[in-house]
């Protein structure tokens, strides 16, 4: 028993060693006034620009990444749960769960000039710069895809679901949904917007984010209660999962080093290998418990982590630089 426990901490010890050799902390940024949790993120690439969402507060709080430092805090919003920056023309849209709306706001001067309501609440945003085309996770009672025109600013369709999305991602050709009410993944044919097929994933209700690897054609989705599944797109089948910690929220993929960053509200970042349809396990990092909100940054090579409040800790953002 005495040797399993030293094993085990040195398994430990060395996973923390090998997560800290992939991701490096390179600043933490303290947000004293936020009491609540977070939710997703964007980015401004030009003026160094971190727009986080914290939903128990009602704001959207303004980052500089770069002088590391609380710009504004932007009151006003009924549970932030997304944002979305349009680096085109400098607005920021911000996805509502209380109101379903999405609201743009003006960065310059952080007025709303546009309001888009849906019936239910809004979530996740994603954008097709091709199409100009904002789509958004609607619904709590029901499901659907919504999309926006942002040339023509108005809403010009709804895509029904079996159930409320959570994340979603883009191809040309297809929208592909987690809809954890139903265990499933729905995939939407953009051409027509009708749902072409359905992959069973977990029997718990809990796949909540998702990343696809365009190159490969492989869609890693994480379930909240400790697993990671990998769908091979074009054979439309599961190809492999892996353990990961409990209260994923967070996936990105780095093409570059070939490796996942997870985030997971247990308090751990789990970085995972990937090699075609192969996972494995390379490090994990101790965060904060309720720690489930990032973003990965390839631009500027950055992988962003918000922390929640705890009793003796403020609100904070971790910074890493991938190694």
């Known amino acids: 028993m005495k040797r399993y426990g030293l094993l085990l901490s040195f398994l430990l010890l060395t996973g923390a060693a090998n ?68 680096h085109e023309t400098g607005l920021l849209y911000v996805a509502t769960g209380k109101d379903g709306k999405v609201s743009a706001v003006d960065s310059h001067n952080f007025q709303t000039v546009k309001t888009y309501t849906f019936r239910e609440k809004c979530n996740n945003l994603r954008y097709d710069a091709q199409t100009h085309q904002l789509f958004v996770g609607v619904g709590d009672t029901f499901g659907a895809i919504g999309i926006i025109d942002l040339r023509q600013q108005t809403i010009i369709g709804q895509i029904p679901l079996a159930g409320f999305p959570k994340q979603f991602e883009l191809t040309a050709q297809c929208i ?16 027509t917007s009708k749902i072409i097929a359905k ?69 751990f970042i789990d970085i995972i290998g990937v090699d075609k349809q192969r996972l494995a396990s390379i490090g994990q990092l101790t965060t904060r418990v309720g720690a489930g909100t990032s973003l990965f940054i390839p631009q500027i090579n950055r992988y962003v982590l918000a922390e929640p409040q705890t009793s003796d800790q403020p609100a904070a953002i971790r910074i890493y630089q991938p190694m």
């Open 19 to 86: 997560a800290q050799e992939k991701l490096k902390l390179v600043r933490t940024i303290t947000l004293p006034a936020v009491k609540g949790s977070f939710d997703l993120m964007a980015y401004d690439i030009g003026g160094h620009r971190l727009f986080l969402s914290a939903q128990d507060d009602h704001s959207v709080e303004v980052i500089d990444l770069q002088k590391g430092k609380l710009i504004k805090s932007l009151s006003g919003f009924n549970e932030p749960k997304w944002c979305f920056f349009d």
């Open 199 to 267: 992959w069973k994933v977990s029997p718990l209700n809990d796949n909540v984010p998702m990343v696809l690897d365009r190159e490969h054609q492989l869609l890693y989705i994480g379930c909240a209660g400790g697993r990671l599944v990998v769908y091979d797109v074009s054979s439309e089948k599961q190809a492999g999962s892996i353990s990961i910690h409990k209260d994923v929220d967070g996936i990105y993929l780095d093409p570059k080093r070939q490796q996942l960053y997870v985030s997971c509200g247990e308090g």
């Open 176 to 191: 592909y949904v987690n809809v954890p009410g139903k265990e499933m993944v729905q995939v939407i044919d953009r051409k």
